[in-house]
């Protein structure tokens, strides 16, 4: 759409946010190797086939293979949604609490990082949660 993110990626990425009146229909294409989602911000979609059900803001949703996004508006309300995709990375995924990494060492590692509070953890010790 002749817009490029300031953000640089390792791989090719999009991340596209939508705002669809009352009525709306459009398509968007993806490339059919990347993965790709849809998360609705606000209102609700009909989302894949005319005849869906339709999706209501909170939700996210996983498109297949080279599906691209095919979405229409039938309610009353704008509908907001950000569709992200890209190109897979192909790399081993191990995850436990809240960190992902590529291996289990990784993982270990970033334990021992948070207990220590070094490496991006130096504030953990004293950090507490506003809410």
Known sequence: MGVQSPVYTRTPTMYLDFTLQPTAYYHQA???????????VEGEGVFGIPNSGPVSAHHCLVLGPGEGLSVWNKSSKPLRFVLL??????????????FVMN?????????????????????????????
């Open 85 to 98: 995709g890209g190109q897979p990375l192909n790399e081993p995924v191990v995850q436990h609490g809240p």
């Open 30 to 40: 993806t490339p059919e190797s990347w993965n790709a989602f849809v998360y609705i």
């Open 103 to 131: 291996s289990q060492d990784e993982i270990d590692q970033t334990f021992e990082d948070y207990q220590y509070c070094k490496n991006g953890f130096e504030n953990a010790r004293y950090w507490r949660s506003g809410h």
